[in-house]
């Protein structure tokens, strides 16, 4: 059972910059995959951004030029960095990771964006 742990969350104002991070119980390396989801109250939980194995990276169109994911594979941590943020990135931030078809998620941490 892969445990995946997310600190980082937080309050910030409209414009500002977050960073989260996920850090993996196992290596990283082990990963097919490794990403982050978000859900908003009352909505679906939806991509954020996805990084494979071999480091291809995809993000949804709400967060391209403003949010970047990456992974220190020698920390087995995954991080998210959010920059130019608006109030409609506010959701609870989760963080996944799929190996051999079975995946595995965070506890989720609040972002909230406001002034």
């Known amino acids: 059972q892969v445990q995946l742990v997310e600190p980082g969350g937080g309050l910030v104002q409209p414009g500002g910059s977050l960073r989260l991070s996920c850090a993996a119980s196992?290596?990283?390396?082990?990963?097919?995959?490794m990403g982050w989801y978000r859900q908003a109250p009352g909505k679906q939980r939806e991509l954020v951004a996805t990084?494979?194995?071999?480091?291809?990276?995809n993000y949804a169109d709400s967060v391209k030029g403003r949010f970047t994911i990456s992974r220190d594979n020698a920390k087995n941590t995954v991080y998210l960095q959010m920059n130019s943020l608006k109030p409609e990135d506010t959701a609870v931030y989760y963080c996944?990771?799929?190996?051999?078809?079975?995946?595995?998620w965070g506890q989720g941490t609040q972002v909230t964006v406001s002034s």
């Open positions: 990084v494979t194995s071999g480091g291809i990276t």
């Open positions: 996944n990771a799929l190996r051999r078809m079975v995946a595995y």
């Open positions: 196992e290596s990283i390396f082990s990963m097919n995959g």
